[in-house]
């Protein structure tokens, strides 16, 4: 009974510990980051607040690369105009990004290199859509100047890589009764085909549609990353460069300052087509 009833005090000190610690993780609890306890321990990261870690897939380590060598330039933001006609719910409209966010982690993801090793991804469990309306309805003629300046300065804005989500919604209501909704995203989150799913996601939502169980996390293709053998395609491609005697530059072939004259074999240009409505 004795040893029963130690046994007992034992468990709940060390259940009441445990429900009042701090929240606190190890290296072993994200095998995907790669990281020791100290690199770790340096990203000082509130654990409380975050789902998984893992590395960067190596085009996203291009990709924040050049955002952050670039000062966090526009090449790298997408930016894009949806007019909207017929009313539109802002609380439909909000819940339906938010939604978004909330099912896919890669929407929830900031960036963290702090440790000095490779960019890691950082999904927070928690991450709320910034949306903001604008009701510019009396700008008259004014408006798509006065857009065309918010837009030059959305870019400018950039995103800071450090805090999720990076991506923003603004809606403008029109002159002529409809909406502007401006979608703004850092690049290193998705790419064309992702967008157009994200956008369809969305717009199901809005409409109240059911929308298919989520297939796959983006910590899935980490993990595929991680673990597959590259020795075929290293040797697939080592046999294809093996003609060659070196790196081949573009640049290096091109004529270089004021004086550089160009023969006229080789021009760029610019034609248009115009596709009538039935084949558009």
């Given amino acids: 009974r004795d040893l029963a009833a130690q046994c007992e005090s034992r468990l709940k000190r ?12 190890t290296a072993s609890d994200f095998p995907l980051a790669r990281i020791d306890q100290t690199s770790l321990e340096m990203l000082d990261l509130p654990f409380g607040e975050i789902d998984d870690l893992y590395v960067a897939a190596p085009v996203q380590q291009g990709v924040l690369f050049h955002s952050v060598w670039q000062d966090n330039g526009g090449v790298y933001l997408n930016q894009k105009r949806l007019t909207l006609h017929g009313e539109l719910d802002h609380d439909r409209m909000l ?32 991450a709320t859509v910034p949306y903001a309306v604008f009701d510019w309805h009396e700008a008259g003629d004014r408006y798509e100047a006065r857009l065309a300046g918010w837009l030059a300065a ?39 085909w992702s967008v157009s799913q994200l956008m369809g996601e969305v717009l199901r939502h809005y409409a109240g549609d059911a929308i298919p169980a989520r297939s796959g996390r983006y910590r899935d293709y980490i993990e595929w990353l991680d673990r597959r053998d ?20 573009f640049a290096a072939s091109a004529p270089h300052g004021a004086d550089a004259k160009f023969d006229g074999s080789a021009q760029v240009g610019e034609r248009e087509y115009e596709l009538n409505a039935s084949a558009s």
């Fill in 154 to 192: 959305d870019i400018a804005q950039g995103f800071d890589l450090s805090r999720a989500p990076l991506l923003r919604i603004n809606v403008f209501a029109r002159p002529d009764g409809g909406h502007d909704l401006i979608w703004t995203d850092h690049h290193v989150l998705l790419d064309g």
């Fill in 14 to 25: 060390l259940i009441e510990h445990c429900a009042h610690a701090p929240i606190s993780a």
């Fill in 230 to 249: 590259v020795s075929a395609s290293e040797a697939f491609w080592r046999e294809q460069l093996a003609s060659l005697e070196g790196p081949g530059r």
């Fill in 95 to 126: 819940a339906a990004w938010q939604a978004a966010v909330d099912r896919h982690d890669i929407l929830r993801t900031h960036f963290d290199w702090r440790h000095g090793g490779t960019a890691l991804q950082v999904v927070q469990r928690v």
